[in-house]
């Protein structure tokens, strides 16, 4: 998409309808001294990004503020101070961040990319064109909650299951999924559930995230008013798309609010996530803080609050293998870059190991 595209009216937005305030404002004081004009990044690609402004769209080089560590990049969202005299210009700086939406990399290094700053409320679009993934909703909300944003799951496509029934045992699994979420039912076609969306996106930063197919591009049209994000078909064997969001762009809505959109996201790997696990899974943590033993890992302890919960039936299996599933993946995210940590882990394997010889030959009668 073109910001090009915009008519010059609504590029003229006050700085307020960006999300400017007077906290943002004191932190700015320096800059301002300095010459530096404030303004909201509304795209990044090669080393530019467009910055809007209170006089309108700057595009500036990001040279300064392009460190060797990902997270410290600029990002959609963030706000810039830019140096707006002479050819080319850029931005110096940029203010302290309020919340950060980050994913682990596919890289093995498992470096952390920022998706989108200083956002209020994470909107996950889960298509409700095919089955439903629990798990990877759950990832997504794990990344939410860890960023110090909102979230908010939105079932798209709701036209495609016209029977309410239906419908209602799908919302059902997944407001059980999502713990202290509002799930919300949604159609870009026949409008169902857009005005109640536009009223929550209607104040702060929202970011739209999801998968490719899941509809995001076509809800963002749906809350501007007008078709300014390209959409493409779903195939109908799997309901998947291509990505026809391929940078992430800050949008300004009409009713209010600012809407981050984003491409379609293949991998959604957590970092550094552990308390946004604890927030999806908070049924799990209020069992385990009833262990006999602070350190229960919910496998046969005896006295063991989590495992008497599954005995049960008032904990489902699939949370539990699922909760254990993310702890183990972001205790290995957080292990590569914390030498402490790996150090802790190989001492609890060495205590297990030697435990279980010394089981094994208790069995024996003393022969090893």
């Given at each position: ?9 609504s590029l003229a937005h006050t700085l307020t309808s960006l999300g400017w305030d007077d906290a943002w404002a004191a932190e700015f004081t320096p800059y301002a001294e300095q010459g530096l004009v404030p303004g909201r990044v509304v795209r990044v690609d090669r080393g530019q990004c467009d910055v809007l402004t209170a006089d309108g769209m700057v595009r500036a080089d990001t040279a300064f503020v392009t460190p060797h560590d990902p997270l410290r990049v600029i990002c959609t969202g963030d706000w810039a101070a830019v140096e707006t005299a002479g050819n080319p210009r850029y931005v110096k700086a940029y203010l302290p961040r309020r919340t950060a939406f980050v994913r682990s990399t596919s890289s093995q290094r498992s470096e952390g ?256």
């Amino acid at each position: 998409m073109s910001f090009n595209a915009f008519p010059q009216a609504s590029l003229a937005h006050t700085l307020t309808s960006l999300g400017w305030d007077d906290a943002w404002a004191a932190e700015f004081t320096p800059y301002a001294e300095q010459g530096l004009v404030p303004g909201r990044v509304v795209r990044v690609d090669r080393g530019q990004c467009d910055v809007l402004t209170a006089d309108g769209m700057v595009r500036a080089d990001t040279a300064f503020v392009t460190p060797h560590d990902p997270l410290r990049v600029i990002c959609t969202g963030d706000w810039a101070a830019v140096e707006t005299a002479g050819n080319p210009r850029y931005v110096k700086a940029y203010l302290p961040r309020r919340t950060a939406f980050v994913r682990s990399t596919s890289s093995q290094r498992s470096e952390g990319q920022i998706l989108a700053a200083n956002v209020d409320h994470a909107i996950i679009a889960v298509s409700l064109a095919v089955e439903l993934d629990l798990g990877r909703i759950e990832r997504f909300l794990a990344l939410a909650w860890e960023s110090g944003a909102q979230p908010l799951v939105v079932l798209t496509k709701a036209d495609l299951v016209p029977d309410p029934v239906t419908l209602g045992h799908l919302v059902q699994d997944v407001e059980t999924t999502a713990p202290g979420v509002q799930v919300l039912t949604v159609s870009s076609h026949t409008g169902e559930g857009t005005d109640v969306l536009g009223a929550i996106v209607g104040s702060g930063t929202s970011v739209l995230l999801g998968v490719s197919g899941a509809g995001k591009s076509t809800l963002a049209n749906a809350l501007l008013g007008t078709d300014v994000m390209e959409v493409q078909a779903t195939r109908d064997i799997d309901g998947k798309g291509r990505h026809t969001t391929t940078t992430r762009n800050l949008l300004v809505l009409p009713g209010g609010g600012v809407l981050i959109d984003t491409p379609g996201l293949r991998g959604v790997g957590l970092f550094d996530a552990e308390a946004g696990v604890g927030q999806v899974f908070s049924e799990i943590e209020e069992y385990a803080a009833e262990c006999r033993f602070h350190d229960c890992a919910h496998e046969a302890e005896p006295g063991c609050a989590v495992l008497s919960a599954l005995e049960s039936g008032a904990l489902p299996e699939r949370r539990l293998e699922s909760y254990r599933k993310l702890l183990r993946e972001n205790q290995r995210i957080v292990a590569k870059t914390d030498a402490r940590l790996r150090s802790e882990i190989r001492r609890d394997w060495r205590l297990k190991s030697a435990e279980g010889r010394a089981n094994y030959s208790a069995k024996r009668g003393g022969r090893v």
